[in-house]
């Protein structure tokens, strides 16, 4: 079918976008917090370690979930949500018997396995593909270096290795294709306190353009991507997303755009560094640091978020912990609290606190990040809504009820443009709030 047929969400059209090639463009003008249109996956995956208290099919986080009969490893709400995920599930089910502890393909490649079975059994357009179909996806082959190549054929190597049984495969350089379009398209789903819950195909969502001012926010309801407008949108205007976190100074967002899409920012952000001296503050001292002490301290810093993000893998919270840390005080010594290099390593620290329930420990470094990350980050921003969550939540555990009420209130009036008033999440929100 040519997607010029295609009946596309009312109110929003593809265009050619002048220098980003493909984008949506808004017909009519949308308010602050309104929907612009949804979108069902095209096929998802949940993440291991969410299995038992998420539904596999459907992403709904419920208890009594009921397993799989077979494998024993995926829990669904019900007999409709195992049936309509079976298609899917039944490319993993036996494998994951016969390897056992053995079986540990990636996310990337439980996912692509997942878009190789639904090209089979659902090779028209999907409802998933209004505005873009997943054949049309980028896949910048002639960007990748040797090193992303490389990545790519062992995932290749993987997905031969653990879906051999069940799958039936294009050629290798069709694989290629497929996997780098999937690098640059794929999404990830996170709850609302941004945690990992899995990863998805939402084909319309990845046709809107970067910028680091978006004027719209994705949001995800099970496995249905919803976009809402967090600045008004005028007719005419082109739809943007951030495809990044926006925390960090222009450098480093434009280094992360180009590592991992192929392309630099032009946004009216990138353009003016507006934000930059106050993300990258510096102490005032008596005797200030010259600028090259400056670079060297924003040299380490980037040095220490690579190697803790290194060391998640194999080091112990209380090793972790050391190093946020002895980072903090060496940083500290230039950097004020609110430079985002500091509230970077006291997110780590407050996230290794929240894992080794020290309540009081993760607090204290919410306390300090909250203010600038409401300064640094834009208005409506998901990571400031969780921020506030979990300090809301961190304030009720710990039996102080007037500051958890303000700290929930602050992050439902964020999600409430960002979700949707009628969102799940917003309603047990409220009903913490009840029951405290």
Known sequence: MRSEAVPQPGGLERFASPGKGRGLRALRRYAVGELLFSCPAYTAVLTVSERGSHCDGCFARKEGLSKCGRCKQAFYCNVECQKEDWPMHKLECAAMCAFGQNWNPSETVRLTARILAKQKIHPERTQSEKLLAVKEFESHLDKLDNEKRELIQNDIAALHHFYSKHMEYPDNAALVVLFAQVNCNGFTIEDEELSHLGSA????????????????????????AEVRAVKEIEPG?????SYI?????????NDRLRDSYFFTCDCRECTMKEKDKEKLKIRKLNDPPSAEAVRDMIKYARNVIEEFRRAK??????????ICELSLDKMGAVFEDSNVYMLHMMYQAMGVCLYVQDWEGALRYGQKIIRPYSKHYPSYSLNVASMWLKLGRLYMALENRPAGDKALKKAIAIMEVAHGKDHPYISEIKKELEDH
């Open 201 to 224: 195909i939402f084909p319309d969502v990845a046709l809107m353009n970067h910028s680091c001012c978006p004027n719209v926010i994705v949001t995800y309801k099970g496995t249905l």
């Open 237 to 241: 205007e082109e739809v943007f997303t």
């Open 245 to 253: 976190d926006l925390l960090y100074p222009t450098e480093d967002r």
């Open 313 to 322: 893998h194999y080091k112990s919270p209380s090793e972790l912990l050391e």
